[in-house]
């Protein structure tokens, strides 16, 4: 999968993480570029393999190009790996869906 293939180089991965704690606004090329050290034009090529991945996806504003990551692109990878996990026991996926919550804002304590 393309998926896999974009998230297992580091630089890429840690932008898409990037992406994903600045939901729903997303952030400029330039912005993300700044915040992880990595040259404008490097920054660009990772960007590129992100979006033809379907995991991140943007859309220009005035000067800027804001990336944002592609969420639901990214529950349907979690819902495809878990998929038949259990081999008809449901309660074994009980841990994996715990862990999760922790990712809600809902679940965050202020």
Known sequence: MANFAALSQETRLETFRLLVRHEPKGLAAGEIARRLGVPHNTLSSHLSVLVSAGLAVSQRQSRSIIYRANLDHMKEIIQFL????????????????ASLAGCSPINKKK
């Open 82 to 97: 878990v998929r038949d996990c259990c081999a008809g026991h449901p309660q074994m996926h009980e841990p994996l869906v």
